[in-house]
Nanobody, 124 residues
Framework: QVQLVESGGGLVQAGGSLRLSCAAS????????MGWFRQAPGKEREFVAA????????YYADSVKDRFTISRDNAKNTVYLQMNSLKPEDTAVYYC?????????????????WGQGTQVTVSS
């Protein structure tokens, strides 16, 4: 497993942008599919985006497609989530997650390593 630490959350107005970062420990970072999930108060944790170990393949939830971009820098053991055109409904705690299973499912149970989360609040 890898240790994950998110950063970059904060308060932003609707229509604004934020970039989240997730720093991973260990020397096997490039072998992990990395994902971002989010959880709003009173709701289930939901899949946002994922990226393959090489970075060549990316996956998005329909609700964020064309607004969010996931990327990674394997030399820095870091994955990013660029969030543009933010909406109040994007408000949530955002979690970074990792799995070594390339045939992952975009759901919480498929990821074995998690960060502590970072709060994103979008005001209207």
């Amino acid at each position: 497993q890898v240790q994950l630490v998110e950063s970059g959350g904060g308060l932003v107005q609707a229509g604004g942008s934020l970039r989240l970062s997730c720093a991973a420990s260990g020397r096997t970072f490039s072998r992990h599919v990395m994902g971002w999930f989010r959880q709003a108060p009173g709701k289930e944790r939901e899949f946002v985006a994922a990226i393959s170990g090489s970075g060549f393949s990316t996956y998005y939830a329909d609700s964020v497609k064309d607004r969010f971009t996931i990327s990674r820098d394997n030399a820095k053991n870091t994955v990013y989530l660029q969030m543009n055109s933010l909406k109040p409904e994007d408000t949530a705690v955002y979690y970074c997650a990792a799995t070594t299973n390339a045939l992952f499912r975009p759901e919480r149970a498929a990821f074995g390593s998690w960060g502590q989360g970072t709060q994103v609040t979008v005001s209207s």
